[in-house]
């Protein structure tokens, strides 16, 4: 099998973009991970690509050329980018292909998500009951692991508070303006512990990488970043996530727990040895609980870990150094791939006021969706 090298990344600005729309902003960027590759259109065999609420993403070829290409359309709730990102370095792996693409892009209305039960093989009255809002689902679940783990919900805060600061420094970012621990704490409320810093917005944006096999990565001659491995797992037995309309008594893992287990064995590394690392944060919550559902930390010790300042960008672990999805926004489609790319950036050392110290080498994302998928991917310079 072949190693899988990204040697190509393109993004349009995360937020709100009046006048065009999701696919227009897909092809965006693809056209800058095209110019970043130093390769055209043609050039590319394959792509697997989504979006939630913009569209087919095998559509926009209509506008990038009619070349025939193989172009297999991904949905996967918020983990349609990373599992476009695992399809597309399979199709790689596999020998089949040299040189391909994964993108993702979205463009959601304003407010929250509306999640139709019956999607989710849930019956009417459990959205009847407004347990279908994400928000409402995220407090109780948050509200339960602090209890359980001796967090403050300053800990909250303070996630929130490195979100803002790490998106000010971010030209894709759509908050780019700090915000103080104190405002935040005194925050309205939308659901308890979480108040209207500690959530993600539903957002815009789109995000393309290209991948080649190592042949062909070294004759383009670009930055050699390594895909060690990109897992997608869903969840086991006992699990408590998105959606589930209980709680069981016997607590099994999470989709992340394997997701992470997987992919730190198939890398042949360990937590250990991650420079730089993007969790998936739809609210402050996730982040904490990620944290330590990943193995960078023992469940509990998260808010010893903001306080020393160790998940900052200069830290022991920087985490979410683009803001994550608090800063950014969330466009389905799009948001595991700004995390790659997030990395993509980080490891070739361009990343300007966030670029992490000390020549980082290795880098970790992981992005969780609904009813409880989870993809890892692990990158190496």
Same mark, same amino acid.
């Given at each position: 099998?072949?190693?899988?090298?990204?040697?190509?990344?393109?993004?349009?600005?995360?937020?709100?973009?009046?006048?065009?729309?999701?696919?227009?902003?897909?092809?965006?960027?693809?056209?800058?991970?095209?110019?970043?590759?130093?390769?055209?259109?043609?050039?590319?065999?394959?792509?697997?690509?989504?979006?939630?609420?913009?569209?087919?993403?095998?559509?926009?070829?209509?506008?990038?050329?009619?070349?025939?290409?193989?172009?297999?359309?991904?949905?996967?709730?918020?983990?349609?980018? %990373?599992?476009?990102?695992?399809?597309? /370095? &399979?199709?790689? #792996?596999?020998? =089949?292909?040299?040189?391909? @693409?994964?993108?993702?892009?979205?463009?959601?209305?304003?407010?929250?998500?509306?999640?139709?039960?019956?999607?989710?093989?849930?019956?009417?009255?459990?959205?009847?009951?407004?347990?279908?809002?994400?928000?409402?689902?995220?407090?109780a679940k948050i509200m339960r692991y602090l209890h359980e783990n001796g967090l403050s919900t300053e800990a909250l805060g303070r996630v929130s508070e490195k979100a803002?600061?790490?998106?000010?420094?971010?030209?894709?970012?759509?908050?780019?303006?700090?915000?103080?621990?104190?405002?935040?704490?005194?925050?309205?409320?939308?659901?308890?512990?979480?108040?209207?810093?500690?959530?993600?917005?539903?957002?815009? %944006?789109?995000?393309?990488?290209?991948? /080649? &096999?190592?042949? #062909?990565?070294? =004759?383009?001659?670009?930055? @050699?970043?390594?895909?060690?491995?990109?897992?997608?797992?869903?969840?086991?037995?006992?699990?408590?996530?998105?959606?589930?309309?209980?709680?069981?008594?016997?607590?099994?893992?999470?989709?992340?727990?394997?997701?992470?287990?997987?992919?730190?064995?198939?890398?042949?590394?360990?937590?250990?040895?991650?420079?730089?690392?993007?969790?998936?944060?739809?609210?402050?919550?996730?982040?904490?609980?990620?944290?330590?559902?990943?193995?960078?930390?023992?469940?509990?010790?998260?808010?010893?870990?903001?306080?020393?300042?160790?998940?900052?960008?200069?830290?022991?672990?920087?985490?979410?150094?683009?803001?994550?999805?608090?800063?950014?926004?969330?466009?389905?489609?799009?948001?595991?791939?700004?995390?790659?790319? =997030?990395?993509?950036?980080?490891?070739?050392?361009?990343?300007?006021?966030?670029?992490?110290?000390?020549?980082?080498?290795?880098?970790?994302?992981?992005?969780?969706?609904?009813?409880?998928?989870?993809?890892?991917?692990?990158?190496?310079?």
């Open positions: 099998m072949s190693d899988v090298c990204i040697v190509g990344a393109g993004i349009h600005p995360f937020g709100r973009t009046e006048g065009r729309d999701g696919m227009d902003q897909g092809v965006y960027a693809v056209k800058q991970a095209l110019a970043d590759t130093g390769i055209k259109w043609e050039d590319v065999e394959f792509a697997f690509g989504g979006s939630s609420a913009s569209g087919a993403a095998d559509t926009m070829v209509s506008q990038l050329g009619l070349t025939g290409i193989q172009f297999i359309n991904v949905s996967n709730g918020c983990a349609t980018g %990373g599992s476009a990102l695992n399809a597309a /370095a &399979s199709a790689i #792996k596999s020998g =089949e292909y040299e040189m391909g @693409m994964a993108v993702g892009f979205d463009k959601h209305p304003r407010g929250a998500f509306n999640a139709d039960p019956a999607a989710y093989g849930l019956p009417n009255w459990y959205g009847e009951a407004g347990y279908m809002l994400t928000t409402q689902f995220f407090g803002f600061r790490n998106g000010a420094k971010t030209d894709h970012a759509w908050r780019r303006s700090e915000v103080d621990l104190e405002t935040i704490m005194n925050a309205p409320m939308i659901s308890d512990p979480l108040n209207k810093y500690m959530f993600c917005s539903p957002a815009e %944006g789109a995000v393309a990488l290209i991948l /080649a &096999s190592e042949k #062909k990565a070294k =004759e383009l001659g670009g930055p @050699m970043i390594r895909l060690k491995t990109s897992v997608m797992r869903t969840r086991p037995p006992g699990s408590f996530e998105v959606f589930a309309a209980s709680i069981d008594n016997e607590r099994g893992g999470t989709a992340t727990e394997l997701a992470a287990k997987a992919a730190f064995e198939q890398a042949g590394m360990g937590p250990e040895d991650i420079d730089v690392a993007q969790l998936q944060d739809t609210e402050a919550g996730a982040e904490i609980m990620h944290m330590a559902e990943n193995g960078f930390c023992a469940h509990g010790d998260q808010e010893k870990w903001l306080i020393e300042g160790r998940t900052e960008i200069n830290g022991a672990l920087p985490v979410n150094t683009d803001g994550g999805c608090l800063a950014c926004g969330e466009p389905i489609g799009a948001s595991g791939l700004r995390q790659v790319y =997030e990395n993509v950036v980080q490891l070739r050392g361009t990343a300007g006021e966030r670029q992490v110290p000390g020549d980082p080498k290795t880098a970790y994302t992981q992005v969780y969706g609904a009813p409880g998928v989870s993809a890892v991917t692990i990158l190496q310079r």
